[in-house]
């Protein structure tokens, strides 16, 4: 490997940085050497050159206790997270001989001059270049902790390792040399693969999978990133169809750790591999900021899921991921602007250009300040990411003045009780009798709606509740959940009728009930989902509970449901008369009473009419194994997931 010659070394008279001339970038040099102290050289190259450099992909981590390196012969502060980074890969140069890493590298944290607004500003469109211009990704994944198993990651290398050796022998791809090995062991050793899906599972559940950030950068890298785990090196496409291949043979990743950051990288590195969704007859009718609009929908929707310390980042983390230039000044980073601001802009411009309700999807609605309540919060986005393919071509969406969206919806009904919101404090000196003083204002007046009596309505929202919060709840031993909720009811019963619970009063059954019971209500989980949550009763008597929010639901408030949205919300009228606007509130969930069973919790969303001006109500369940719509239409018809053939929509103005 020749190392590049054409370089100047940073040393600027005002300190460590000095400006960059046309297409130069800072690289680092680290400089041989097993001390722990870090001496390195921070040199200007021109992209042009096409100097051979690396580039780091890491989880800044805590700013707290920070490390110092030497660059350029003077202290240089780092997190610790990044000294530890520094120091394998300074292990791997060595090992390589100058025969595999380069001896480059660029460090977003050095290479850009973090103290400079105006630097950064200019550079962070520049880092998707960056990316794609470099030989390699090298994506640091943290050191080996105390708590992590040596041998299990030692044994997985070598396994990842052999894998990716294999790809291409026979015709087979990597692919299909990693099925071929979880099927042919499915039977025969499937201690083997859970232990692997135990190891696997837990290293995606470290930092790094969880930063926006990264996503560009191992989207961007030309070619297979490698991950660094301590001193261990893999290939990240090795390592995700592993994954991905021990979840199809239905082995479930271990808790609390969940594949839905694993996956954002994943399905936004194919969608960068893909032409944009377009159709032959729309191809020409887009503009940039069009095309523009459909690469930040598209990707913003895949990392909705993803953290960023910096509000503003899960715009700006994900710019270099634009396939067209120049990049619109909605999507220039201003890091000085307030970042509701920010999302502000940005939902005007995509709702503007791609006219796809599903930009009302990429976060929580009604939850920031000083902007409309339609603009989408992405720090709270959508916790299960599934595939994305924006419309080209959509009926023109209205914003009146970049503050007033009008949008169609179909109202579910008007809120007639509400109950308030409960702490754990609230409810931990009776919590058996907090389990049935909340009847009277919701479930005796839903009764009184629809005419029946009180027990059935509280049982059915009883059974939609402890489904939701089954997995989280360690139930007696020996008990299901439908003896849970036959113990849940006689207890119930008892306390209504007003029976005390005397010991020598009860029967063996009532005894074991109640020990269950008082089992259950000890755990937080519980508590929170069926004493604490908020609850509503619409006009026509079905019960739900508002997601939380700033602002409380009050009677007289609306749920409604909107196109782009998988969940009804809850708005409220500002005015009386013709003209209304309204203001949304929160996310709601509603349980159907009639043809449906009570345990499935559904969720809703509007379909078009191909032909008509009308929509129809489409159910979803998030339980019985159905993970999303597109999964519950290959087991039931469409026909029979229509709960009503027509519905009225009605155009709101929400501000």
Request: charged residues 20%; glycine residues 8%; hydrophobic residues 40%.
């Amino acid at each position: 490997m020749t190392e590049w010659s054409g370089e100047s070394r940073v040393t600027g008279g005002s300190g460590l940085y000095r400006p960059m001339l046309g297409d130069e970038i800072r690289l680092l040099r680290i400089q041989p050497g097993s001390h722990p102290a870090i001496s390195c050289e921070l040199v200007h190259v021109p992209l042009s050159q096409k100097p051979l450099f690396w580039a780091l992909s890491y989880a800044w981590g805590s700013r707290e206790n920070p490390k110092g390196i030497f660059v350029n012969g003077g202290q240089f502060s780092i997190t610790d997270n990044l000294h530890a980074a520094l120091i394998e890969f300074r292990t791997l140069l060595k090992k390589s001989n100058g025969k595999g890493a380069a001896p480059l590298l660029w460090v977003d944290s050095i290479c850009i001059n973090q103290a400079s607004r105006k630097e950064k500003e200019e550079e962070i469109p520049r880092m998707g270049i960056v990316y794609r211009r470099c030989e390699r990704v090298l994506a640091w994944l943290g050191p080996m902790g105390p708590d992590d198993d040596d041998t299990a990651v030692c044994e997985l290398t070598a396994l990842l390792n052999h894998l990716e050796s294999l790809a291409g022998e026979y015709g087979k791809t990597l692919h299909q040399h990693v099925q071929a090995y979880t099927t042919s062991r499915v039977d025969s050793s499937p201690a083997e693969l859970q232990s692997l899906m135990q190891t696997i599972s837990l290293i995606g559940g470290r930092a790094w999978f969880k930063r926006v950030w990264v996503v560009q950068e191992v989207t961007l890298a030309s070619g297979d990133p490698i991950m660094l785990l301590g001193p261990y090196a893999f290939s990240f496409d090795t390592y995700y169809s592993l994954l991905s291949s021990l979840g199809s043979c239905g082995l479930p990743a271990p808790k609390p750790v969940s594949y839905q950051p694993i996956s954002c990288h994943a399905m936004a590195r194919a969608a960068f591999r893909q032409p944009q969704y377009i159709t032959p007859e729309t191809q020409g009718d887009l503009n940039v900021l069009h095309r523009i609009a459909l690469d930040m929908l598209t990707f913003v929707f895949y990392t909705s899921g993803l953290q960023a310390t910096v509000p503003h980042d899960h715009i700006y983390g994900l710019i270099g991921l634009m396939r067209y230039s120049p990049l619109p000044d909605d999507l220039r980073p201003q890091y000085l602007e307030p970042f509701e601001l920010v999302y502000h802009r940005l939902a005007v411009y995509l709702l503007s250009e791609t006219n796809d309700y599903d930009v009302l999807s990429l976060g929580r609605l009604g939850a920031l300040d000083g902007v409309p309540s339609w603009v989408p919060d992405l720090r709270h986005g959508d916790q299960n990411v599934r595939e994305h393919y924006p419309q080209p071509r959509r009926p023109i969406i209205s914003i009146e003045e970049g503050a007033i969206l009008a949008v169609p919806a179909v109202i579910l009904g008007e809120c007639v009780s509400v109950t308030p919101a409960l702490t754990l404090q609230d409810v931990s000196a009776d919590p058996l009798r907090s389990f049935v003083q909340r009847d009277a204002a919701i479930f005796a007046e839903a009764a009184r709606i629809r005419g029946v009596p009180i027990e059935p309505v509280f049982e059915g929202w009883l059974r939609a509740h402890v489904f939701r919060a089954r997995p989280g709840l360690s139930l007696p031993d020996c008990q299901d959940p439908e003896a849970m909720i036959r113990s849940l009811m006689r207890v119930y019963k008892h306390i209504r009728r007003g029976d005390a619970f005397e010991t020598g009063t009860l029967s063996l059954e009532e005894q074991s009930s109640l020990a269950s019971v008082q089992q259950l209500l000890s755990q937080p989980e519980f508590r929170a989902s069926i004493l604490c949550s908020k609850l509503f009763v619409l006009q026509n008597g079905s019960i739900g509970s508002p997601h939380p929010s700033p602002t409380d639901v009050r009677c007289g408030d609306t749920l409604c449901v909107f196109p782009g949205r998988s969940y009804p919300l809850i708005v409220r009228s500002l005015h009386v008369g013709q003209d209304q606007d309204y203001l949304w509130l929160a996310r709601g969930q509603v349980m159907e009473r009639e043809g449906i069973p009570h345990h499935m919790l559904l969720e809703w969303t509007l379909r078009r009419s191909e032909q008509k001006e009308q929509h129809r109500i489409v159910g979803q369940t998030d339980l019985d194994g159905y993970d999303g719509l597109d999964e519950y239409h290959e087991s039931i018809s469409l026909s029979q997931l229509h709960l009503a053939s027509k519905h009225d929509v009605t155009e709101l103005y929400v501000v």
